[in-house]
């Protein structure tokens, strides 16, 4: 009896040390390193109303806002992860048809890889700047501004994420939108 009382006091105390402190102690140095990444890279409206996180991409379909990558879980972050479909798959053969006809890509004006492929989780927030660039005519288009301009905005709001790493330079898509919508 003796045994099985030291056994529980020792599972209670691991799990004490390892659930509750542990954890504190997680969050409480993220929160000191940056509170920002830690609390979900939270966007916000002037209210103070939560307009979407930087790290999580969301849909936008309108033809004004500039389109996110494909998603296999439909922007869910509950449900992260890829669509687990082969790529013989007639379905990912049929999602990368519709996806080029949505964009009205052709062999002259060939679509950029992170516009017909979803990212490993599917929520990846950002795209290349050459997918962004790919579709400024019709955002520039539908909202009634010069082209050059908003390619312009595209390459402001580009960033190397990798460092000396790539040369790959990426745009988030939300926070592009979010720009667009203020001017």
């Known amino acids: 009896m003796q045994s099985l009382l030291a ?14 402190f542990y954890a504190t102690a997680v969050w409480a140095v993220a929160q ?6 830690a609390n979900g890279s939270l966007i916000t409206s002037k209210d103070g109303a ?18 996110p990558r494909p998603s296999a879980v ?21 999602r990368g048809k519709e996806i ?10 060939p679509l950029p890889a992170d516009l017909a492929a ?7 927030p950002h795209i290349s ?13 539908a909202r009634g501004m010069d ?8 390459r402001r709001a580009a960033f190397s994420p990798g460092g000396f790493l790539t040369k790959e330079r990426i745009v988030n898509v939300l926070e592009l939108n979010l720009v667009l919508d203020r001017l």
Do not use: H
């Open 7 to 20: 056994s529980i006091r020792i599972a209670a105390a691991t799990m004490l040390i390892c659930v509750a």
């Open 32 to 37: 000191a390193i940056s509170p920002d990444t």
């Open 50 to 67: 939560i307009i979407g996180s930087r790290q999580v991409a969301q849909a936008f379909t309108r033809p004004e806002y500039f389109w």
């Open 74 to 94: 439909d922007y869910d972050g509950a449900g992260a992860g890829g669509s687990n479909l082969s790529p013989t798959s007639s379905k990912v053969t049929d």
């Open 100 to 109: 080029v006809e949505r964009y009205g890509a052709t062999p002259a004006n």
């Open 118 to 124: 979803a990212s490993g989780a599917g929520l990846d």
């Open 129 to 141: 700047e050459a997918a962004a660039v790919y579709q400024a005519a019709r955002v520039a288009e």
């Open 147 to 154: 082209k050059a301009r908003l390619e312009s905005l595209i």
